[in-house]
């Protein structure tokens, strides 16, 4: 028996550094792959990019919940350079603290993956925050940058807080 051809790999992106692109097709609802990495706390996430450039915001980390963050820096695989879209054709699903991309719809190959990072704000942010964190994805509905809404429509609201259940959050890439 003869080994399947990967499905995805990593190569220049127009969007962003690095992407991962389909090698052949991928069918909707397709695990694709876990996001992997050194599994540590929020302290010690904070600890290792406390010299971090404020500015920048290029790193690998992944929150999966309230104790834990994957650091794909450090250990990592080919799914920590998926890059952002706000209309992505694949999202983060998260089960029993492990964290998987799967294909929200059928993705073609030589097409570029890419999920919605869904980057929290908070209140110490520096007034320059969407402009750190901006989007470069190009869809028709791009917000222009990677972080939430600072308010969300009160339509859609409530259908994303109960996609935000499934979903992760990330401090950025």
């Known amino acids: ?9 990593v190569r220049k992106s127009k969007v ?15 695990r694709i792959i876990e ?7 929020h302290a010690e996430s904070d600890r290792r990019y406390e010299d971090h450039d404020v500015n920048d915001n290029h790193t690998f980390l992944f929150i999966v919940d309230k104790r834990t963050v ?10 920590r350079f998926i890059n952002h879209s706000c209309d992505g054709n694949c999202e983060s699903v998260i089960e029993k603290g492990r964290v998987f991309i799967e294909a929200l719809r059928t993705i073609e190959p030589g097409e ?11 209140p110490a942010d ?23 809404p600072a308010k969300r429509p009160k339509k859609r609201a409530k259908k994303r807080a109960k996609k935000r259940t499934k979903r992760a959050t990330r401090h950025g890439k």
């Open 16 to 30: 962003h550094g690095k992407g991962v692109f389909a090698t052949r097709r991928i069918r909707k609802g397709t």
């Open 35 to 41: 996001y992997l990495g050194d599994r540590i706390s």
């Open 126 to 148: 520096p007034p320059n925050v969407d402009q750190i964190y901006q989007c470069r994805c190009g869809a028709q509905q791009c917000r222009g940058t990677m972080l939430w």
């Open 70 to 79: 994957i650091d794909a820096g450090v250990n990592g695989n080919e799914a």
């Open 112 to 122: 570029e993956l890419s999920y919605d990072y869904q980057i929290g704000r908070d």
């Open 1 to 9: 028996m003869s080994a399947q051809p990967a499905m995805i790999r």
